[in-house]
């Protein structure tokens, strides 16, 4: 924290494609959602003030995903606040602080539809689910 506050500077990384947690406004084209107000917090905690003072301190960055542990290992970022899985691979390359946010999936189907039973696991389907 105390070479992020002798740059003056953090550098998040962040996904701008998620209603809710994410997004740039049409009109204003601000950054807004729940990921934009954390990274927010986290900055005003770390250059000691509030929320409006730290905001011009923080900028954000999209790592592609695949490339966020790598963004964070070089420096790229100071840390991502993306919605993201939190698995024993990523465990392997980056610490984790949270989460911050637990959230279910769910299926909805027209009542009588008793077939469908729910999403087939991740291994069996072959692939992870995005995150």
Do not use: C
């Not at 406004?25 to 003030?49: C, H």
């Amino acid at each position: 924290m105390a070479a992020i506050q002798a740059e003056g500077k953090l550098v998040v990384g962040a996904r701008f494609d998620l209603a809710g947690f994410g997004v740039k406004n049409p009109t204003s084209g601000a950054m807004e959602g729940v990921d934009v107000e954390i990274a927010k917090l986290i900055a005003a905690a770390i250059f000691d003030g509030t929320h409006a003072m730290s905001s011009g301190r923080s900028t954000s960055r999209t790592p592609s995903r695949g490339t966020r542990e790598a963004s964070i290992k070089d420096g790229r970022v100071d840390f991502a606040i993306p919605a993201y899985r939190i698995t024993d691979a990523a465990k392997q390359q980056v610490d984790f602080a949270g989460p911050y946010f637990v959230a279910g999936q769910d299926l909805l189907v027209r009542s009588g539809d008793t077939p469908i039973k729910g999403f087939p696991t991740s291994a069996a389907r072959g692939s992870a689910p995005p995150g």
